[in-house]
């Protein structure tokens, strides 16, 4: 290692992890307030929605509406593998809090419920509203499982369901399918957003190795406009679950498009692009060719924006990868979400990038528990209860590591290396891999801003969330060890170069 001065920091949880007790399910109260959660079932996040059981995949529908945001997601109820895909349901009134509801959408006679969005229809251009009622309607893919196994070439379609009380139940719209397939095999993943330009909606949708648009005054009846990106971005892998979006960038209207590829991401398997641009109403025209991803780590697929937010940009991915997915050792639930991100648009080297940091509401999470500084012998001693903190400081661009261990000799590693100029999340040595062998690997990430580094690391017991330069660089790695990380040291090329360090247990 190429470091001069080692062990700045020694956090030391005084640890009663009962990581490595029976796991046992916490009751429905305890799940959901989050937080409140008794904690032994292993591995279970605190602060970021996971299902009370079975397989998830991902994020789908999210929209606000009078102060409750709404979450859907790929959902199988019988399995703790993928399955045929309905919505389950989860609410908050927080975004870290979550109550899982009844499962919203059912698998039906044209298919399984796969990945779409969720709009406030407030001028009921749907007609689906009732009685002064505002009808919430989901845009969705139908997948006919037998035509896929027919190997037909137009078993996915797009279809709609509404929901007139607010997005609790809902009634599949009779005229379904609404956008029949046009003999593309991968066609889905609507994501429809109100266009202010044409005064239409548009449907952004992955189709196979492209995105294609198109707009509807109603929902039900929709026009070809464009397609883009055929021979843009990544494309190791087939294109999904996209999102286009406006944000603004030095006062000019600016516009993003994620497209998630499964497999190609930089660290192999499941990511997530974007694009910057503009969408004049008809076509996006990006204003490069870079290909940029909105999270380097191994752990952030299909992630998109809740809708009806106003001007806030609200993201939430679905923190696991195709790759190991339906392994990982959780016993009762496969996989949680992301930490709710708020997007936003800044400058580094000339040039736009999305920055994605956690939403403000995280900050009610823990208190500081001490503004931490390196003590003569190097080591600062914090009680805490278990690897559930929200780590920050500021240092100048040197060679720095992150690790958090335990007394089995297991360690995650986050650091930078200033030579190549790249961030780094190591989980070779962090607890179970044998799942899938190739998930114990080094992760990188380029860095992106410049000048003195800003580190802000999110931990909920089996992963963690880097986001770097005020959210420049975003990695997000899950890992499971054998038990419970509780200790953290920070190392540094140059001790004396940290600053604002600073502890914040969770719970
Ligand atoms: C992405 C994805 C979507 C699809 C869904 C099926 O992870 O493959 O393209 O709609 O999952 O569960």
Redesign the pocket.
Known sequence: MPYRIFFLLLIVFVSCNSDTSTPSVPTDSAIATGLKSPGNEKYRPQFHFSPKAHWM??PNGMFYLDGTWNLYF?YYPDGTT?GP?HWGHATSTDLISWKEEEVALFPDSLGYI??GSAVVDKDNTSGFGKNGKTPIVAIF?HHDPKGAEAKKNNYQVQSLAYSLDKGMTWVKYDGNPVLPNPGIVDF??PKVNWNSKINQWVMTL?TKDRITFYSSPNLKEWTRLSEFGQKLGAHGGVW??PDLFPLDYKGKETWVLLV?I?PGGPNGGSATQYFIGDFNGKEFIPSDTTTRFIDYGTDN??GVTVANTGDRRVFIG?MSN?LYGEKVPTEKWRSAMTIPRTLSLKEAGGKAFLAALPVKETEKLGTVLKDAAPEKDGKILIAGKDSLFRLSFATQDENFEISFSNSSAEKFVIGFDKPSNRFYMDRTAAGAAGFYPAFAARHWAPRVGNGNVKIDLLVDLASVELFADEGLTVMTDIFFPVTSFNTVSVSSANVSGIRDLKYIPIR
């Open positions: 995949n991902d790929q993928w895909m796969f990945s893919t889905r993943d992955a999904e679950c998630s499964n697929y299909a679905w195709w």
